[in-house]
């Protein structure tokens, strides 16, 4: 099904979340490659090295910033990552900040290169989502093609619209924010996925967002995102027609279980009236929960490479006509 136009707008991990080894990289700027060494005790200890070490040398030589301000580390300092460390580095990249902004103003493109800002920032997130939007979204819409987006961009679209900003900064119809709102009310098929690389991020990987601008959306499909991350699912409860769930759900009431809005009753959920097709393989399902009848008109259920142990909770789906049990550990088809 989910043969995608992706959204191609790049996201890097660890630039929005400020632990050891994201402070570290905004504030050197440079790649830190993961080391394993052995510890006294015997497991094995997790160090950070440095590699290209450089300082911002083009806001030294452009715009005059004092080059003795920046901060400065050895390697086998950065190598103990510890928190005393970590808190001084980070009070001295405080104080370099104030005094290259001091001193510039507004960030020049320099710094905000340097920073990777581009890649977690609110405005240019949804910007370059909004220039997308603008130069395909029509394609899109005619074609019925699929839209891959990841969870850090629908949590940018959500935060730009309480931003009290212009919808657009640079004054180009392109890049105008009205193009990205317009574009996702109308769009009826995509994917939400999650990068590899940001699963181990905990910030990114906990990173919540809402679906309920998607007005139009009938197809939905969700790869290494969890239900907790979602808000907005009353609304699509009520409009998808497929949805394909992937390697996000040990239960099925977690996703399927929908809150009606103003309320904390558990038996007080949305039934996904219009959905027909749904296909919740590779997961890690044990059971086949009795939430799976909040889906009364199902007719195509996939639960294929699961951990499922029995077979239940199906007879109430009158209208199914297909279910895909295969590679679960189901030794009878008894009930």
Request: hydrophobic letters at 40%.
């Amino acid at each position: 099904m989910f043969c995608y136009h992706a959204i191609s707008c790049p996201v890097l991990p660890g630039r929005s979340s400020v632990g050891g080894r994201q402070l570290l990289a905004v504030v050197f700027g440079e790649n830190l490659r993961t080391v394993r060494s052995p510890a006294q005790n015997g497991d094995s200890d997790t160090h950070c090295s440095i590699t290209n070490k450089h300082t911002p040398i083009q806001l030294v030589e452009k715009h005059g910033v004092q080059q003795d301000l920046f901060p400065s580390v050895g390697k086998k300092q950065l190598a103990q990552q510890k928190l005393k460390m970590i808190n001084q580095l980070q009070s001295q990249l405080d104080r370099y900040m104030a005094s290259v902004l001091d001193v510039l103003g507004l960030p020049p493109r320099e710094l905000l290169d340097f920073l990777e800002y581009k890649y977690t920032d609110v405005i240019s997130v949804t910007r370059s989502l909004a220039s997308f939007a603008y130069e395909h979204g029509d394609m899109i819409l005619e074609e019925d093609k699929v839209v891959q987006i990841t969870p850090l961009q629908l949590y940018c679209i959500k935060r730009r619209m309480v931003l009290p900003v212009v919808s657009s900064e640079t004054g180009h119809l392109c890049d105008d924010f009205g193009n990205l709102i317009d574009f996702v009310q109308k769009l009826h098929r995509m994917k939400i996925a999650s990068p590899p690389e940001h699963l181990s991020d905990v910030f990114i990987s906990n990173i919540a967002f809402d679906l309920s601008l998607f007005k139009g959306l009938t197809v939905l499909g969700l790869e290494y995102v969890r239900p907790s991350q979602v808000t907005g699912m009353d609304s699509m409860a009520r409009q998808l027609a497929t949805l394909e769930v992937h390697h996000s759900v040990q239960v099925l009431q977690d996703l399927l279980l929908v809150q009606c809005p103003g309320s904390d009753l558990p038996l007080s959920g949305v039934q996904w009236t219009h959905l027909i097709c749904a296909n919740f393989a590779f997961n890690e399902l044990e059971t086949i929960d009795a939430s799976i009848n909040m889906l009364p008109s199902l007719t195509r259920l996939d639960l294929s490479y699961n951990a499922i142990t029995k077979l239940e909770n199906l007879s109430e789906l009158s209208h199914l006509e297909m279910v895909d049990l295969s590679y679960n550990c189901i030794k009878s088809l008894q009930g």
